[in-house]
């Protein structure tokens, strides 16, 4: 039977309580399909500083080194001490670094709105087509995020300059156009590339290694977008989008506009993945929304996220393809059977309920 080394970092505001639903999830699922979990937890971002002094401590990376995926909550919270130095903060001393330490470049975020939550997707109805089903892949260790020089100037008289730089390599956009490409295969076999190639270098680039990269994939049929009107054409007709290829600052911003078209950010699972080696992808994995404080702690939390994020891991780390589509399609009979959060509920819906964390986290248990 497969052993599955997880290590498990629930992290803070909402990560604590999305992470038991889907830890309790997984029990579930192990019991239906043949696999043996053995997750081990450890603390990360603020929790990491209260418990080691660090938001990265040393014994959870090396818990994550000797991990087959690591399963993440979320990190940061805005109004704690101001004074921590940046570098230090959980966005960068835990999220970021881990990306860049495991080399998690591939970040795929699938939005889908299910029919059921048509009323929660902003859009009115007739936008909506068939329905919305997206896949962003984004890079994820490289451009604005990690280019150096990088840092903020005192150019005297009170007057400072902070400067970002967004850098790109060809090998780096030759992989992730890969993963991308493959992606489009197994799907609808369309990729919009999106970029700025009216205004920046970097477009340019991106634009002529991911057309090239397009010459091995004839049958996915390659587009290339402007981010700006990609971020319009989401709006007005987001049912021509089948995988949207991003850079990492690009992605950012355009996976949080798809997922609310998806019905909530708390729906929004992401896998992150390095390279495949010996047949193995270590991975990460993580709701796409972040910490939540204003309602952390009040078994508010939509845990959809955090749940679908581990039929992810169970199908790009491990291979368990059944187990995965199980838990998605638990998640799916759940919705379709009206439990809500309160981020997806509606007044109008005869069927729904409102429910909490929890019990949407049993409920979904029990449908695997
Ligand atoms: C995300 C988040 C992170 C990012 C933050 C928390 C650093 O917004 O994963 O999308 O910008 O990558
Ligand atoms: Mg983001």
């Given at each position: 039977?497969k052993?599955l080394?997880i290590a498990?970092l629930?992290?803070?505001?909402?990560?604590p309580?999305v992470?038991r639903?889907?830890i309790?999830?997984?029990?579930?699922a192990?019991k239906?399909f043949?696999?043996?979990?053995?997750?081990?937890?450890a603390?990360?971002?603020?929790?990491g500083?209260?418990?080691?002094?660090?938001?990265l401590p040393?014994?959870?990376l090396a818990?994550c080194?000797?991990?087959d995926?690591?399963l993440f909550g979320?990190?940061?919270?805005?109004d704690?001490?101001?004074t921590?130095?940046?570098?230090e903060?959980?966005e960068?001393?835990a999220?970021?670094?881990?990306?860049?330490?495991?080399?998690?470049f591939?970040n795929l975020r699938?939005?889908?709105?299910?029919?059921a939550?048509a009323?929660?997707?902003?859009?009115?109805k007739?936008?909506?087509?068939?329905?919305?089903d997206?896949?962003?892949v984004r890079?994820?260790?490289?451009?604005m995020y990690?280019g150096?020089?990088?840092?903020?100037?005192?150019l005297g008289g009170?007057?400072?300059?902070?400067?970002?730089?967004?850098v790109?390599t060809?090998?780096?956009?030759?992989r992730?156009?890969?993963?991308?490409?493959?992606?489009a295969?197994?799907?609808?076999?369309k990729?919009?590339?999106?970029?700025?190639?009216?205004v920046?270098?970097n477009?340019i680039l991106?634009?002529?290694v991911v057309t090239?990269?397009g010459?091995a994939y004839p049958?996915?049929?390659?587009?290339?977008m402007?981010?700006d009107?990609g971020a319009m054409?989401l709006?007005?007709?987001?049912?021509?989008?089948d995988?949207?290829?991003?850079?990492n600052?690009?992605?950012?911003?355009?996976s949080d506009?798809?997922?609310?078209?998806g019905?909530?950010?708390?729906?929004?699972?992401s896998?992150?993945l390095?390279?495949?080696?010996g047949g193995?992808?270590?991975?990460?994995?993580?709701?796409a929304?972040?910490?939540a404080?204003?309602i952390?702690?009040?078994?508010?939390?939509?845990?959809?996220?955090?749940?679908?994020s581990t039929?992810?891991?169970l199908?790009?780390?491990?291979?368990l393809?059944d187990?995965a589509?199980?838990?998605?399609r638990?998640?799916?009979r759940?919705?379709?059977a009206?439990?809500r959060?309160?981020?997806?509920?509606s007044p109008?819906?005869?069927?729904?309920r409102?429910?909490?964390?929890?019990?949407m986290?049993?409920?979904?248990?029990?449908?695997?």
């Amino acid at each position: 039977m497969k052993q599955l080394k997880i290590a498990a970092l629930a992290g803070d505001g909402i990560g604590p309580e999305v992470m038991r639903e889907a830890i309790k999830v997984l029990r579930a699922a192990e019991k239906k399909f043949s696999f043996q979990l053995g997750i081990t937890e450890a603390p990360v971002g603020w929790a990491g500083i209260d418990a080691a002094g660090q938001a990265l401590p040393a014994a959870t990376l090396a818990l994550c080194k000797q991990s087959d995926a690591i399963l993440f909550g979320s990190v940061g919270l805005p109004d704690r001490d101001p004074t921590i130095p940046k570098a230090e903060r959980p966005e960068r001393a835990a999220l970021l670094r881990i990306r860049k330490e495991f080399g998690l470049f591939a970040n795929l975020r699938p939005v889908t709105l299910p029919k059921a939550l048509a009323h929660a997707c902003p859009l009115a109805k007739e936008r909506q087509g068939n329905g919305i089903d997206i896949l962003v892949v984004r890079e994820l260790t490289g451009g604005m995020y990690f280019g150096q020089p990088k840092q903020t100037e005192d150019l005297g008289g009170g007057v400072q300059r902070a400067i970002d730089t967004m850098v790109y390599t060809t090998p780096e956009i030759e992989r992730i156009a890969q993963v991308a490409f493959q992606a489009a295969r197994l799907r609808r076999k369309k990729l919009t590339s999106i970029d700025k190639a009216n205004v920046l270098e970097n477009g340019i680039l991106w634009r002529e290694v991911v057309t090239r990269i397009g010459k091995a994939y004839p049958d996915v049929t390659l587009e290339h977008m402007f981010v700006d009107n990609g971020a319009m054409q989401l709006m007005l007709r987001p049912t021509q989008f089948d995988v949207m290829l991003c850079e990492n600052m690009f992605g950012d911003i355009l996976s949080d506009e798809a997922a609310a078209l998806g019905g909530s950010l708390g729906m929004l699972p992401s896998a992150s993945l390095g390279a495949t080696t010996g047949g193995n992808t270590f991975g990460f994995y993580e709701p796409a929304g972040g910490t939540a404080p204003d309602i952390a702690g009040k078994n508010l939390a939509n845990p959809i996220a955090q749940i679908l994020s581990t039929a992810l891991m169970l199908r790009y780390s491990f291979q368990l393809n059944d187990a995965a589509a199980g838990i998605e399609r638990a998640v799916g009979r759940t919705i379709d059977a009206g439990c809500r959060t309160g981020d997806i509920f509606s007044p109008n819906e005869p069927n729904a309920r409102k429910v909490g964390t929890r019990e949407m986290g049993d409920a979904i248990a029990a449908a695997v």
